[in-house]
């Protein structure tokens, strides 16, 4: 599951299910963020808020297919649920390409 600060809004933090969903968001509409940027993949077990899996609102964006449901996290992530902190990898046009 991947996570970014600014997607806190809500009451929760809104997540990816994958990394290729997480390389669309981030391609849809974070390409201008200030880099690096980050990725947190979660261990949804060891959240002690609760998570809820829903479809995107309006729509998922292009790349993602209908009725992808997608994380969302309502309340403070915990620590412990971190397994992984990884960088987005971009390509020369600006696009994320991967996770390391």
């Known amino acids: 599951m991947g996570w970014n600060p600014p997607l806190l809004r809500g009451g929760g933090c809104q ?3 994958d990394e290729e ?3 669309a968001v981030v391609n849809a ?3 201008g963020a200030a880099r690096p940027l980050v990725v ?3 261990d949804e ?3 002690t808020a609760r998570c809820l899996w829903e479809a995107a609102e309006p729509a998922p964006p292009p790349g993602v297919a209908d009725g992808t449901l997608f994380p969302h ?3 403070p992530v ?3 649920a971190v397994q992984r902190v990884l960088e987005v990898r971009w390509d020369d ?3 994320a390409t991967g996770l390391f």
Do not use: I
Request: charged share 30%.
């Open 15 to 17: 997540c990816s299910p």
């Open 21 to 23: 969903t997480t390389l």
């Open 29 to 31: 509409f974070h390409r």
């Open 40 to 42: 947190l993949l979660l």
């Open 45 to 47: 077990d060891r959240l």
């Open 73 to 75: 996290v309502f309340g």
């Open 78 to 80: 915990d620590r412990a």
């Open 93 to 95: 046009e600006g696009r």
